[in-house]
Nanobody, 127 residues
Framework: QVQLVESGGGLVQAGGSLRLSCAAS????????SGWFRQAPGKEREFVAA????????HHADSVKGRFTISRDNAQNTVYLQMNSLRPEDTAVYYC????????????????????WGQGTQVTVSS
């Protein structure tokens, strides 16, 4: 069992930056691929970014490419999402997710691939 706790959300003006953290506890997190998803009011949850457990492979949604960066520190059991040049349309609840992967480079953009989810952290970007 893995427990995930997100932090770092808040209110920021357009053009600003935030860094989200996802702290994991429980099993050996270093063998779990991770992802960030978000859900805006009235919309379905969508993929934002994913990272393999080795950290060697990442993928970002087109909507955030060049602005957001996913990374991880396995020694700290933490995954990060650095968000720069924030826009009002980035306003959403951001969720961290994880799943065990036997292959170090595996990543997934699909919600169904992830077994463990955090409670979410609110990000609000004002115009």
């Amino acid at each position: 069992q893995v427990q995930l706790v997100e932090s770092g959300g808040g209110l920021v003006q357009a053009g600003g930056s935030l860094r989200l953290s996802c702290a994991a506890s429980g099993r050996t997190f270093s063998t779990y691929a991770s992802g960030w998803f978000r859900q805006a009011p009235g919309k379905e949850r969508e993929f934002v970014a994913a990272i393999s457990w080795s950290g060697s492979n990442t993928h970002h949604a087109d909507s955030v490419k060049g602005r957001f960066t996913i990374s991880r520190d396995n020694a700290q059991n933490t995954v990060y999402l650095q968000m720069n040049s924030l826009r009002p349309e980035d306003t959403a609840v951001y969720y961290c997710a994880a799943s065990f992967q036997p292959i170090s480079t595996t990543i997934s953009t699909r919600e169904g691939s992830y077994n463990y989810w955090g409670q979410g952290t609110q990000v609000t970007v004002s115009s």
